[in-house]
């Protein structure tokens, strides 16, 4: 049912679409199971243990989906938290997927950055960072693991002042008793938010109470020692810390800090709610040919993510795509960009426990649907109604990781094929052909070699295909650009071989950092792109 224009404004308003970036052990799961505990989504938290071998190879949320069977899909989870609709965006834990990451964070209107505490900003924080910085989404810190001591936090905050070159401001603040984390400062209200500790670890939300700095209760809890340090902490953070600039929040160039514990809860509710009141809704997004606005302008979105064969039991696949304008429509007829073709928005699909039922529930801008495709849609791709428009693509990174596959049964050479070609369209793997007297041999590259891992069992699993794969002397690569005899003589010297990816675009494989770099300083004539040059644009 459409909803009128104001209705419209009204629910969009209430989305609030984010990931959570961190490096692997900060407790993003940890964190995740708590804000759906908060959103009524789960009932009691705890047990999800991971099989650490097994989890690159999955998404995080798969293996909790499968050990928990909560309601979740691959690909965003979806609950209700006071007045807010929100939208989490999975984002894989290890780096060997960070291109899913990439991906996910392009669907995404604000992120929050987990810090452990003992650690502050670790290789993947700074990675993940980066990109955040590039598409200047707001960025809300929360530093985890304060139940036990850690980094004093003023240094930690100057850590990530240096290390990211972004202004942090304290919104909440650890009190202890004893090195004991007992309840956060709250910096908006001038009080404490004190926690009882719960008997269950943390399987529910703990009973807290805001006091002044002036109570008993405060004094009883921390002692009269403890409130005088406290205060001297809040005068220090007062003149040291930076005030709150929510318009420099909102570029991406400040970010509000929590204090807390994901695994005994404390905090985690102050965070929320800070986080949802500050964190922006869905805003205007840049278009090739302008800018649209959420509410006033029809259905439209992009393609971030296309999964196949999720369900064994259909082999079809889903796109994933973030609605950024207007009103999913069933039944409407939309128009993918790229290729020009008409798409009847059929119902979009939602996952419980891996089984597929169709979504009645809204989907607006900010929302992500689940679309069965049978082949027509790509990562990237734009799904609008009315007037043809294009959002910019999501980019795809150059691989450091190449094979070239072999398999035992040449009458499996079909299957093999459609297998790769598949996960090429899901963007699994990259898919490359080097030119050869009996016809183009397959190469798969990969940004990181667990994807490798991840292909072969696919392949068996989902195409019934056993292949080997042998490693390529090559370890970067780049898009390539320019007159094609000057492409044709980077190629033919020594450690590198040309290849084309599936849509036909030019690479050159280098066998290490500095060839590569040689060859950009000579080459004048050439570009050479790390993402592939039709996607680079949001990047
Ligand atoms: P990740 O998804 O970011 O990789 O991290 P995850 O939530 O799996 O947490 C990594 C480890 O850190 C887990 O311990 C988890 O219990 C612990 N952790 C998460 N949040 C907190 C916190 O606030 N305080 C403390 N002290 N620990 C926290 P583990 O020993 O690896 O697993 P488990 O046996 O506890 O499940």
Redesign the pocket.
């Known amino acids: 049912m459409a909803l009128s224009a104001a209705a419209l404004a009204e629910e969009i308003q209430r989305r609030r679409t984010f990931a959570i970036i961190?490096h692997?052990?900060?407790?993003?799961?940890?964190?995740t199971e708590k804000l759906l505990l908060y959103g009524g989504a789960i009932r009691s938290a705890g047990s999800?243990?991971?099989r650490r071998s097994d989890r690159h190879a999955t998404s995080?949320w798969l293996e909790m989906e499968q050990e928990r069977g909560i309601s979740i899909t691959a690909s965003v989870l979806h609950f209700e938290y006071q007045n807010f609709s929100i939208n989490l965006l999975d984002t894989p834990?290890h780096q060997d997927f960070s291109e899913d990451t990439y991906r996910a964070l392009t669907a995404a209107d604000s992120a929050i950055m987990l810090l452990d505490n003992r650690k502050g900003v670790e290789v993947q924080t700074q990675k993940l960072f980066s990109v955040c910085k590039k598409r200047r989404l707001p960025i809300y810190t929360f530093v985890?693991?304060c139940?036990?001591i850690g980094e004093d936090p003023l240094r930690l905050l100057d850590d990530v002042q240096l290390e990211l070159g972004i202004d942090c401001f304290v919104s909440t603040w650890p009190v202890r008793r004893e090195g004991r984390l007992v309840g956060v400062y709250d910096r908006s209200c001038g009080k404490v938010w004190l926690y009882e500790e719960a008997a269950d670890h943390g399987r529910s939300r703990p009973p807290a109470t805001l006091v002044h700095l002036e109570s008993d209760k405060l004094a009883t809890a921390i002692g009269s020692e403890g409130v005088e340090n406290l205060r001297e902490e809040i005068e220090l953070i007062e003149i040291a810390g930076s005030e709150a600039d929510f318009d420099a929040v909102a570029r991406g160039e400040a970010s509000p800090v929590c204090f807390g514990?994901?695994?005994?809860n404390f905090g985690v509710d102050v965070f929320l709610e800070r986080f949802l009141s500050l964190a922006p809704p869905p805003s205007p997004r840049e278009t090739r040919d302008g800018i649209i606005e959420p509410a006033a302008h029809p259905f439209s979105g992009f393609v971030f993510k296309v999964q196949a064969n999720m369900d064994p039991r259909h082999r079809d696949r889903v796109a994933f795509v973030r609605v950024c304008s207007g009103e999913f429509e069933e039944g409407a007829e939309a128009v993918v960009s790229r290729t020009g073709q008409k798409l009847r928005l059929a119902q979009p699909q939602e996952f419980m426990a891996r089984e597929r039922s169709h979504a009645d529930s809204l989907a607006v801008a900010g929302d992500v649907v689940g679309l069965l495709d049978r082949g027509n849609l790509r990562v990237g791709d734009t799904v609008a109604l009315g007037d043809k428009i294009e959002y910019p693509g999501v980019p795809r990174f150059s691989p450091e990781h190449f094979s070239q596959i072999h398999i035992e049964d040449a009458l499996r050479r079909k299957h093999l094929d459609r297998g790769l070609r598949h996960l090429a369209e899901e963007g699994t793997i990259l898919l490359l052909f080097a030119p050869s007297i009996t016809g183009p041999i397959p190469i798969v590259g990969a940004v990181g070699s667990l994807q490798f891992d991840v292909l072969l069992d696919r392949l068996q699993r989902e195409y019934g295909v056993s292949a080997r794969l042998e490693k390529l002397p090559f370890h970067c690569a780049r898009w390539v650009t320019g007159p094609d005899n000057q492409i044709e003589k980077v190629a033919n010297a020594y450690g590198r071989r040309r290849v084309m990816d599936t849509d036909g675009a030019e690479l050159i494989l280098f066998d290490n950092e500095w060839t590569l770099q040689r060859s950009i300083e000579q080459e004048k004539d050439l570009t050479f792109h790390d993402v592939q040059p039709n996607t680079s644009a949001d990047t």
């Open positions: 961190s692997p052990d900060a407790g993003k799961t940890t964190l999800v243990k991971s995080d834990g985890n693991k139940d036990r514990s994901a695994l005994t």
